[in-house]
């Protein structure tokens, strides 16, 4: 295994959670197994009524209390509260590859140009025969609808990494008191305006098919992703969006330096 060295960026992973110990505890355990371990591991703790907190502390994370309920508020908790050079972001109930943080890590270390790095999935429960069709069916979807209202890539909250100084660079504009917005989803629209969010295809997730047993999971997850496009409009409505997007790639090739990417 290795570590960051005075040469190589430091790494923070970031795991928001709520009432879900057991899962935690199968997340911290695969991160502890890392080729790359993290600098440090942060666990925001959403209020939970149960040992999610002590689960953390026992496998040597940092736990940072955020009291507002929902994922947007207990997300931005975490990488505000994170001190390394990059953040890592996935879910208790994720367990990642051993490769995950030194491929996101390098990746990043890399390409300089490059904000963010976002993943894929694959399902690990739920009936073995429907996993793979049905990762790549919600995945597809979630492109389906976050490409043309984006005009890039969106980040996949399970499996994504971003430099510290990008978070700083639009930490006041992302929607993180807003409950019923998907926070990835919100973070891409205001990364990828003028940030580059790239996908690497190395960087292994496996993550729960639980979401999805209800149908008023799947349900809301729908509606919070219209949400989550619509607060963004008309400023971002996409022909608008569009062409920022496409002013400020002209202006990265003209060699313009922005306040925003200067330190990335």
Known sequence: MTAATPTTPTVSVVIPVKDDAEQLRGCLRALSLQTRLPDEI????????DDSAAVARAAGARVVRCDVPGIPPT???????ATGDLILRLDADSRPGHHWVEAMSGALAARPDVAAYTGGARFVDGPRALRAPLAVLYLSAYLAVAVPALGHLPLFGSNLAMRASAWRAVRDRVHRDDPEVHDDFDLAFHLGERH???????????VSMRPFRAGSGFGRRVRRGFRSVLVHWPADFPPVRWQKILYHRLLDRAGAVRPEVRTL
């Open 42 to 49: 942060v666990v925001v703790d959403n209020a939970s009524t």
């Open 75 to 81: 997300a931005a908790t975490g990488y505000d509260a």
């Open 196 to 206: 580059r969010i790239r996908y690497l295809r190395d960087a292994r997730m496996g």
